[in-house]
């Protein structure tokens, strides 16, 4: 069910106009998790606690028709899930391309990691924010860092190219040396892109993140890492896609108005563990229906969703966020 939506995609998101229908969802199939990490989103949102139950799983995929892409994840770790591969099993028998974020803790046996390789998942994405020890903010890595050498040689044993593996780092101030050190490790073993994302204002006050100025520089050793480590290193603010896609976002990216309008409303839902809508992730208290009551296209095209559209920039949570933005919604100060 893979398209090429990147040209629909874009003038989409330059022209301020919704979707027909969302292209990517992503589902909380678990909120419980085996970690307990400072800066989760999780301390700062009422969550209801719990696996989703897989009947209510199977009704929310099969209602997702017309969807590209779905991601099990939500905050917690998916692979907790005790049905967790028999539920991407269910999607990709739908055809959907399929992936996942986990802490990588749980792949710590060649049985985990071949099931894992089995099921069909498309792509996971590793968080991981130093090669190094835990910083008081973030945990330990080094088992997440064997267990993602495990995947990558079993992945070469078994000769699969699934699931692509992405390591999804933060910038977070006074430590750039250990994002690039991310970068470096990632391109040495086997990684297939490293995805970078701002630090969320909405979560700790106390952890700084690099300044406009600052994040410029960083962007300029992107590009010296990628040349020399042949490796993708995607950033909204900096480059994403590889090849000519990759150019043309990087020198027009400001005609896309990411700066203008959240371009998540355009193409993306979250399902919560209930089977309830939000707008994003974030916005767990806002729900715009219930896949198990409703279709997709009612919710999609319901008033409250574009009521949510309109007025989005009015929600606290909303106005503080810059993940899709070129520039910040506000200095961070040192």
């Known amino acids: 069910m893979q398209k090429n939506l990147f040209l629909p995609r874009v003038l989409g998101t330059m022209l301020n106009t919704t979707a027909d229908m969302p292209d ?13 990490c400072k800066m989760c989103f999780r301390h700062f949102l009422k969550l209801n606690i719990k696996h989703m139950d897989f009947d ?50 749980l792949l710590n046996t060649g049985n985990r990691i071949k099931e894992l390789i089995s099921s ?26 064997k267990n993602i050498q495990r995947l990558v040689e079993s992945k070469r044993t078994l000769n699969s190219a699934e699931p692509s593996i992405t390591i999804q780092t933060l910038m977070l101030k006074n430590r750039e040396q250990d994002l690039f050190d991310v970068i470096k490790w990632g391109a040495a073993n086997g990684v297939d892109r490293i995805n970078v994302a701002r630090f969320e204002l909405n979560t700790l006050n ?85 896949l198990c009551e409703e279709s997709l296209q009612d919710i999609w095209t319901s008033k409250k969703f574009n009521n949510f559209r309109r007025n989005y920039r009015k929600y606290p949570w909303c106005s503080k966020c810059d993940f899709a933005k070129l520039s910040q919604v506000e200095v961070w100060n040192p």
């Open 24 to 36: 990517y969802a992503q589902i909380a199939i678990t909120n419980i998790c085996d970690l307990n």
């Open 56 to 105: 209510i799983f199977r009704t929310v995929v099969d209602k997702l028709e017309g969807i590209s892409t779905l991601a099990l994840t939500g905050y917690g770790e998916p692979l907790m899930h005790p049905l967790f591969f028999e539920a991407v099993q269910y999607c990709k028998k739908k055809a959907f391309d399929v992936q996942t974020t986990s802490n990588g803790l």
């Open 120 to 145: 069909g998942l498309d792509s996971i994405s590793f968080s991981l924010e130093s090669i190094h020890k835990g910083n008081g903010v973030t945990h330990s890595n080094s088992a997440t860092l």
């Open 206 to 290: 106390d952890v700084k993140r690099p300044d406009i100025c600052e994040e410029k520089k960083i962007f300029k050793e992107f590009e010296r890492l990628r040349r020399k480590h042949k490796i993708r290193i995607d950033c909204l603010q900096d480059q994403i896609y590889t090849g000519i896609k990759g150019y043309l976002y990087k020198y027009f990216k400001y005609s896309l108005g990411m700066d203008r309008h959240c371009i998540r409303l355009y193409d993306f839902i979250y399902v919560n563990v209930d089977g309830y809508v939000n707008p994003c992730c974030a916005i767990v208290d806002t729900r715009v229906g219930n």
